[in-house]
């Protein structure tokens, strides 16, 4: 098998409910770094790659875990197994596909869901131009081959652009690079969204509960959530797990501020 440096592996959360990190975080693999963004002025999605493909040049990773804060790692360590699989392979990201998988779940099937990913960040910082990624949310017919024999449910939109951040997959799927896809399951009966995520070999990997951002708003999701974390023990709870980094974009943060304030002005003068 490949051999994995960790000290060339990082984990990124784009926080929208930083309650719900503090309670997750124990759970994800440790021995990496770990960075945040803080997703709660909208601050996410293809935003979020795109400052973090700019602010992660200098640390000198390889591969880089995307992993949402309503994620739950129950076989943490495999992840490490997975991406020696990615590496041996040539492939440069891996998730779970956006259609065909979950019934509920119908968008884009080439396309992966957000909540978890793994990229080959040496590849793609060897190819990356921002404007040319940006520029690729649009569908061509003749673009993918189809999919209707290789997926578990036939509901799903080849043709939708229903994530801003498809572009980003788009542009690496035009690219010529490989995606893993990896199969998931929602294993719990009458919880419709609670997912069940499988690493290359089928065995599990992580649960996603999803709905972070009604986490302690929302009676019903936070106690569906509470409920799914208190089913695994924590990867790490010592006093000395280490700190996550957070990668500030201080500009974004003036303007989103100058907004808010431009509105409330608004509100008090009409």
Request: glycine letters at 4%.
């Amino acid at each position: 098998m490949t051999l994995i440096k960790k000290d060339k592996i990082g984990l990124i959360t784009t926080v929208s409910n930083w309650d719900l990190y503090k309670k997750t975080r124990p759970y994800f693999p440790e021995g990496i770094k770990h960075f945040t963004i803080d997703g709660t002025q909208g601050f996410y999605g293809i935003k979020s790659i795109a400052f973090f493909l700019k602010s992660l040049r200098k640390y000198g990773l390889d591969w880089l875990i995307m992993a949402d804060e309503d994620v739950i790692f129950n076989k943490p360590n495999h992840v490490f197994d997975l991406i020696a699989y990615l590496e041996a392979n040539d492939f440069t990201v891996c998730g779970m596909r956006d259609g065909g998988t979950l019934h509920w779940r119908n968008k884009n099937p080439h396309m992966i869901n957000h909540f978890f990913a793994v990229l080959n960040l040496r590849e793609i910082y060897s190819i990356y131009n921002e404007k040319e990624m940006m520029s690729n949310q649009y569908i061509n017919k003749t673009d993918f081959c189809d999919l209707s024999d290789d997926l578990r449910f036939k509901n799903y939109d080849p043709d939708s652009l229903f994530e801003p951040y498809y572009r980003f997959y788009l542009w690496l799927l035009r690219k010529g690079k490989k995606i893993k896809y990896l199969d998931a399951i929602n294993p719990i009966k009458n919880d419709y969204a609670t997912t069940l995520l499988y690493d290359h070999r089928g065995e599990e990997l992580l649960y996603h509960t999803w709905y972070a951002r009604f986490y302690g708003k929302d009676p019903d999701h936070t106690k569906r959530i509470d409920g799914v974390i208190s089913n695994f023990k924590p990867y790490d709870e010592s006093p000395s797990m280490s700190s996550p980094i957070l990668l500030e974009n201080a500009w974004y943060s003036f303007k989103y501020r100058l907004y808010k304030f431009s509105r409330k002005l608004k509100r008090k003068i009409s």
